[in-house]
């Protein structure tokens, strides 16, 4: 006779490991609930982006598999999406309708346990989340080949909110529309995913009218009526509003990703792996932007990124905008912060927050 478990015997392991996960699950749902109870006692926030990164991140180094580790960090995300959610309730305001990636990377950095508050721009998503409508807004920053979205940049200028946390997401467009082998007389999308489809659409749809809309979602919302449009959206946006995938994988260059932010009002603490971003501007004279850069060379400090924006105020007159890796409080980054701060003309710090995963 063999040694070797049978199917059914292997069932009844799963099975009873099953009853055991539930068990440990429910008690940790308890413990959230107490802990909700003493931060609503101590008018603390139920989402703490620095706990939940420094939980996922020390569970990742301490898997051995066969779990892989971005799936070890989706699997806690959304325990710890549930366990929240018994705290209390997380209101997230993000770009609409439903199926935008905006969405999409929201329920990346806090789980599908949120309610979701849908905007019509990004502008309203900043609106939504400094009147209070909402606790946190998730806004795209950037993308991998169509640089800076200046209009979150131009309204991160102003904000009182700040960074709570960064988004990385893989944008892979689709062709939606109506199935039949009709050529469509239009396609609808984002401004920015018809520029990252636009060679794409020059040679297989040359001629074809491009129409910008407020998102993805609301492109394919759109084509729903029009049996001749077609729009650019995520594969997943095509099932919510009953399209045909005509297309896949239309974005021009490979690897296309793009950077999404995560607002709040409340700064946040260390979670070990973290990045800071801030917006100056120099002095006008020789040699300025050298000068105020200098400190986190001194420093040993590294720049992820700089980008330049015209300032609405002058003429010819621009503001940087950088992320540097470490956290604003660490003493090497509070110091050479504080020094570019004296030489700035202007100066502000974005949020220190944990890196992407």
Avoid at 10 to 30: G, H, S, W
Avoid at 56 to 79: H, K, M, T, Y
Wanted: with cysteine.
């Amino acid at each position: 006779m063999s040694d070797k478990p049978t199917i059914d015997e292997l069932r009844t392991r799963i099975d009873n490991i099953d009853v055991e996960l539930l068990a440990l699950l429910n008690q940790r749902i308890r413990l959230a609930q107490s802990v909700g109870h003493n931060k609503s006692t101590q008018g603390q926030e139920v989402y703490r982006a620095d706990r939940e990164a420094q939980i996922i991140s020390g569970l990742v180094a301490r898997n051995s598999g066969p779990l892989e580790a971005d799936q070890v960090s989706f699997l806690f995300r959304e325990i710890i999406s549930i366990a929240r959610r018994a705290e209390g309730p997380l209101t997230v305001a993000l770009l609409g309708p439903a199926g935008t990636y905006s969405e999409t990377a929201a329920l990346k950095q806090f789980g599908h346990q949120i309610e979701r508050l849908e905007a019509a721009s990004v502008d309203e998503v900043f609106r939504l989340t400094e009147s209070g409508s909402a606790t946190f807004g998730v806004v795209p920053v950037e993308n991998s080949t169509e640089g800076g979205i200046n209009t979150t940049l131009d309204r991160l200028l102003e904000t009182t909110l700040v960074i709570c946390g960064e988004i990385e997401l893989r944008i892979e467009h689709c062709l939606l529309g109506h199935s039949g082998g009709q050529v469509p007389r239009l396609v609808m999308g984002h401004q920015q995913a018809l520029a990252q489809c636009r060679h794409w659409l020059d040679t297989q749809l040359p001629g074809v009218e491009s129409i910008a809309v407020a998102s993805n979602a609301e492109a394919a919302r759109r084509a729903v009526q029009d049996s001749a449009a077609a729009a650019i959206a995520a594969k997943e946006t095509a099932s919510l509003y009953r399209l045909a995938v005509l297309e896949e994988n239309i974005e021009d260059q490979p690897g296309n990703t793009t950077r999404f932010l995560a607002l709040g009002k409340n700064p946040v603490g260390h979670s070990g792996r973290d990045k800071t971003s801030l917006v100056m501007s120099n002095t006008d004279r020789p040699g300025a932007l050298h000068e105020l850069l200098a400190p986190l060379h001194e420093a040993g400090i590294s720049m992820t990124r700089i980008e330049s924006r015209p300032m609405r105020s002058g003429l010819w007159k621009y503001v940087f905008f950088i992320d540097l890796e470490g956290h604003r409080e660490d003493p090497s980054v509070r110091e050479a912060l504080t020094h570019m701060q004296r030489e700035a003309a202007f100066f502000k710090i974005l949020g220190s927050y944990p890196r992407s995963t």
